[in-house]
């Protein structure tokens, strides 16, 4: 089993970039079904959700568009249960379907604010793509639609998701031990 260290915290291999990728284009043949014959703007949730994004969207063969969103909510390990939104979206998503890409579900609270944000531009109708979710730490009742991974409620590091800035660009998703 792979290890790692990133500053001073010690992270175990938790699934592979092969998996990753697997899982991904069976969301894509998912979303590209359940879109057939219909356009929609996906919304994905920087920083942590750009890998996701880009490799999901490559598998998107409907009409399509992608448009980012930065917000923040954690500090260090932890979620500071406070969402802070730094970089709007300046499409007009009136009667627009929309499917906003997350990297990581974890308590809900900056999901329900990307939503009600969302809803405020009269958006047609919202889903949610997400790589990970944990549901021990998930609080709030918004689906989550398409949902890559369901992981227990451990810190993780990797495939744009960072400790401290560190740790986006490794291929594979690595946990805390």
Not at 156 to 167: C, H, N, S
Request: glycine share 8%.
């Amino acid at each position: 089993m792979k290890e790692i260290q990133i500053l001073d915290k010690k992270f175990r291999e938790f699934i592979s970039e092969q998996d990753i990728q697997e899982r991904i284009k069976g969301l894509a043949v998912m979303i590209n079904n359940d879109y057939k014959n219909k356009e929609v703007i996906f919304i994905g949730i920087l920083n942590g959700a750009f890998m996701f994004a880009a490799d999901l969207f490559k598998r998107i063969d409907i009409k399509a568009k992608i448009s980012f969103l930065k917000l923040a909510s954690y500090s260090g390990t932890n979620s500071s249960g406070d969402v802070k939104n730094l970089i709007g979206c300046n499409d007009d998503l009136k009667d627009k379907s929309v499917i906003i890409i997350e990297d990581i579900v974890d308590t809900g609270i900056t999901l329900e604010y990307i939503i009600n944000g969302l809803k405020e531009k009269d958006v047609k109708d919202i889903k949610v793509a997400s790589l990970l979710l944990k549901p021990e730490s998930y609080r709030k009742s918004i689906p989550v639609d398409y949902t890559g991974f369901e992981i227990p409620d451990n810190f993780v590091v990797g495939y744009g998701l960072d400790y401290e800035g560190f740790g986006r660009n490794l291929s594979s998703i690595y946990t805390l031990l």
